[in-house]
């Protein structure tokens, strides 16, 4: 069962970047895909994009070209980065996995609250 | 993108009712639908695939129906752990999209 663990800065300043890591224990990174799940205090839930290792990235367009996510199979972790993040960045993130072989998301990690705020 | 809305936002029940909760799509998704619950400070979890196929372990009481645009999820009576948020989302297309959730009260 595929385990999955946000870190990063609980707190960004307005026009900075947001940067997360997902750290993946037991099992392979590989055949899945790797999304990031936002959802704002108290409202719904976003995709944001995600990364199939070794093949291909798909990033919701929402998001305006603000988003990166990278994956280093060495140390087993997904990566996020927001740019020029405002207010409305302001959310729990999730690290969601997907096997390649399915079309929904089956394990979350327990999510991070990031604050935009100066 | 495909817009899902769901009904009602919020609804209040009680412990051994039958609750359905409606999600609607703005177009054509065959049967690529998902159901997820979400209970306070959780991530959500996942309860029904491909619009009606459960998810192990998910108790039978759940069950979700529907094709194309219209979908139901279902819960044939209602436990007091069941009182959550839940949400559908499409898997037809990119981005994928959820619906504004649907919260489950007593």
């Known amino acids: 069962q595929v385990q999955l663990q946000e870190s990063g800065p609980g707190l960004v300043k307005p026009s900075e970047t947001l940067s997360l890591t997902c750290t993946v224990s037991d099992g392979s990174m590989r055949n899945y895909f790797w999304s990031w799940i936002r959802q704002p205090p108290g409202k719904g839930l976003e995709w944001m994009g995600f990364?199939?290792?070794?093949?291909?990235?798909h990033y919701n367009p929402s998001l305006q070209g603000r988003v990166t996510i990278s994956a280093d199979t060495s140390k087993k972790q997904i990566s996020l980065t927001l740019t020029s993040v405002t207010a409305a960045d302001t959310a729990v993130y999730y690290c969601v996995s997907q096997m390649a072989t399915v079309d929904y998301f089956d394990y979350w990690g327990q999510g991070t609250l990031v604050t935009v705020s100066s | 993108d495909i817009q899902m809305t769901q009904s009602p936002s919020s609804l209040s029940a009680s412990v051994g009712d039958k609750v359905s909760i409606t999600c609607r799509a703005s177009?054509?998704?065959?049967?690529?639908l998902a159901w997820y619950q979400q209970t306070p400070g959780k991530a959500p979890k996942l309860l029904i695939f491909?619009?009606?196929t459960s998810q192990m372990g998910v108790p039978s009481r759940f069950s979700g129906s529907g094709f194309g645009t219209d979908f139901t999820l279902t819960i044939n009576g209602l436990q007091p752990e069941d009182f959550a948020t839940y949400y559908c989302?499409?898997?037809?297309?990119?981005?994928?999209?959820f619906g504004q959730g649907t919260k489950v009260d007593i």
């Open positions: 990364i199939y290792v070794g093949g291909s990235t």
């Open positions: 177009q054509d998704i065959g049967n690529w």
């Open positions: 989302q499409q898997a037809n297309s990119f981005p994928r999209t």
């Open positions: 491909r619009a009606s």
